[in-house]
């Protein structure tokens, strides 16, 4: 079992900056891809951003340029910095790692106003 805790959300006016970031505990050593996720009301999940454990990353075209996913070498912290935020950026995110299963945080709740 893996354990997910999100933290770092909030309230920002857009132009701004925050830093979430994902927590994690368990068994990792099945984990091989971490990621981020979103959900804004009425819209499905997405994906915002996700890295492998060799590093490669692949983002959202809408967020290409503005977020940056990190990670450590120990699978146990997941962070990702997003800056120039919009509006459209508001949602609950979520952190994902997939390994012999897909985990699930609760998500945190990011609000980009105008």
């Known amino acids: 079992q893996v354990q997910l805790v999100e933290s770092g959300g909030g309230l920002v006016q857009a132009g701004g900056s925050l830093k979430l970031s994902c927590g994690a505990s368990?068994?990792?050593?099945?984990?091989?891809?971490m990621g981020w996720y979103r959900q804004a009301p009425g819209k499905q999940r997405e994906l915002v951003a996700s890295?492998?454990?060799?590093?490669?990353?692949n983002y959202a075209d809408s967020v290409k340029d503005r977020f940056t996913i990190f990670k450590n070498n120990a699978k146990n912290r997941l962070d990702l910095q997003m800056n120039s935020l919009k509006p459209e950026d508001t949602a609950v995110y979520y952190c994902?790692?997939?390994?012999?299963?897909?985990?699930w945080g609760r998500g945190t709740q990011v609000t980009v106003s105008s």
């Open positions: 994902n790692y997939v390994g012999d299963r897909t985990y």
């Open positions: 368990g068994l990792l050593y099945s984990i091989n891809v």
């Open positions: 890295i492998t454990i060799g590093g490669t990353t």
